[in-house]
Each structure stands twice: as structure tokens, then as C-alpha cells.
């Protein structure tokens, strides 16, 4: 099993829902978070004073998949999130040394 976390940009959220769910993943974990990269930021103009924003507004998406899936989770969620603009995100995949279902006591891929 790996864990599959995605940071991408909010706008894209129902994209790459809607991807993910094409291709028959069940659920995820969706965070707001804030972060930057090598876009560092922009500045803004309120009132007419300048405010530098450091961090951006992302989406993180969490999944734990099968390692037969894996491929096809990451190239839904790479083509959906793609803009070709910087900060598209990242995608980081890791492995799993199990999963259990608390409600049932299932574990390993069952609990998936």
C-alpha cells in the first residue's frame, strides 16, 4: 500500500475530485493549508498600502491506494491539476506498513 498526498491549487479541487472518482477511488482526505514554493509569495494592494502574502492558499489531498492503483491515482491527479503556471503542486508517495478499519477491525488492503 502507499499513501499518495497531493498539493495543488484550490481551484483545481473538483477537477481532481472528479478525476479521481472516473477512476474509481472511494475516498480521500482533503486539508486547506498555505504554503509556497518557488513562487515565494506576491504582493497585494489594500487601501493603498502594499501587503506582501508569503504563504498561498493549496489544497493538500491525502489517499492510501493499493500499490496496483498507484500509477493511475498519480496520472489522474497530475493531469487534472495541471495548469503548465507555476505552483501546480507536488505529489509525494510513500509506503504504508498497514491500514485498519476501526470500525470493523479490518486491516492491510480490506480496510481500504
Do not use: C, W
Not at 497585494?44 to 502574502?53: D, N, Q, T
Not at 503542486?89 to 476501526?102: D, M, N, S, Y
Request: glycine fraction near 10%; proline fraction near 4%; charge should be neutral.
Amino acid at each position: 500500500m502507499k499513501k499518495i498526498e497531493a498539493i495543488i491549487k484550490p481551484f483545481k479541487l473538483d477537477d481532481v475530485r472528479d478525476a479521481l472518482q472516473e477512476i474509481g477511488v472511494q475516498g480521500m482526505t482533503i486539508i486547506e493549508a498555505k504554503g509556497f514554493g518557488r513562487q515565494k509569495g506576491h504582493s497585494e494592494l489594500y487601501r493603498g498600502a502594499e501587503y506582501v502574502i508569503d504563504f498561498l492558499p493549496k489544497i493538500k489531498i491525502e489517499l492510501v491506494a493499493p500499490d496496483a492503483r498507484v500509477d493511475a491515482i498519480v496520472e489522474a491527479i497530475q493531469t487534472a491539476a495541471h495548469t503548465g503556471r507555476i505552483g501546480d503542486g507536488k505529489i509525494f508517495v510513500t509506503p504504508v506498513e498497514t491500514a485498519i478499519r476501526i470500525r470493523t477491525g479490518e486491516s492491510g488492503e480490506n480496510a481500504l
